[in-house]
């Protein structure tokens, strides 16, 4: 009989960022949060707040690492960073504004996003196969270290990480656009996983700061 416990997954896209207000392209580039972004983190923390985490993941780009701060708030909980947890790499399209990128490369935003080839990549960047291929080596990883003594583990990300890695390990047949600071959660036991929710804005809106 398994002496595996539940483990808990809690996914969390970042808070708002200039860049996203902008609408520059942001994968392995990065932009601090934004005052909307800063309410967002602190909110989904409240949101959270009648949760115990054992433990706390995050993307090295530091708009995950603020957002993983302000969310836990006055926790005592260490912020293990992870480059694998890296949003995706869009290559040469990186900090470009939307119609920058129309403008020199045509419908490639609309022909990329539409995920119908997986092993499609923006110039110099990575394909999604290879996206969630990183993700899944840090998500097995930290599945590893708690499966024993299981319970809630947050894991703070990027918008197309998640919903890549969600769509390509539940088989889904199409991709969910993640909000800022929505929440995804997705169970282990006994080497199966379970989608419990996706892209879940409650937790943020609940006690959403004006």
């Known amino acids: 009989?398994?002496?595996?416990?539940?483990?808990?997954?809690y996914f969390i896209r970042?808070?708002?960022?200039?860049?996203?207000?902008?609408?520059?392209?942001?994968?392995?580039?990065?932009?601090p949060l934004t005052d909307k972004g800063i309410k967002q983190a602190k909110s989904v923390g409240f949101g959270l707040s009648d949760l115990e985490f054992k433990?706390?993941?995050?993307?090295?780009?530091?708009?995950?690492?603020?957002?993983?701060?302000?969310?836990?708030g006055h926790r005592n909980i260490p912020i293990i960073t992870d480059p694998r947890l890296k949003e995706m790499n869009f290559g040469v399209l990186e900090t470009l504004l939307q119609t920058e990128?129309?403008?020199?490369?045509?419908?490639?935003?609309?022909?990329l996003f539409s995920l119908k080839d997986l092993n499609m990549s923006a110039p110099e960047g990575e394909s999604y196969l290879q996206l969630f291929t990183r993700t899944s080596s840090a998500i097995d990883e930290i599945i590893q270290k708690h499966k024993n003594e299981g319970g809630n583990v947050l894991v703070f990300s990027h918008g197309v990480t998640i919903g890549n890695y969600l769509m390509q390990l539940a088989k889904m047949s199409g991709y969910t656009h993640h909000e800022n600071c929505s929440v995804t959660v997705i169970k282990y036991l006994n080497g199966e996983f379970y989608v419990d929710r996706i892209a879940d804005t409650s937790f943020r809106d609940k006690y959403y700061l004006k």
């Open 1 to 9: 009989m398994s002496s595996e416990k539940e483990v808990k997954l």
């Open 14 to 31: 970042h808070g708002e960022t200039h860049f996203n207000v902008e609408k520059r392209l942001q994968g392995f580039c990065d932009s």
């Open 55 to 72: 433990a706390v993941y995050a993307s090295e780009s530091q708009r995950v690492v603020d957002t993983a701060r302000y969310a836990i």
């Open 101 to 111: 990128i129309q403008a020199q490369f045509g419908d490639i935003l609309k022909t």
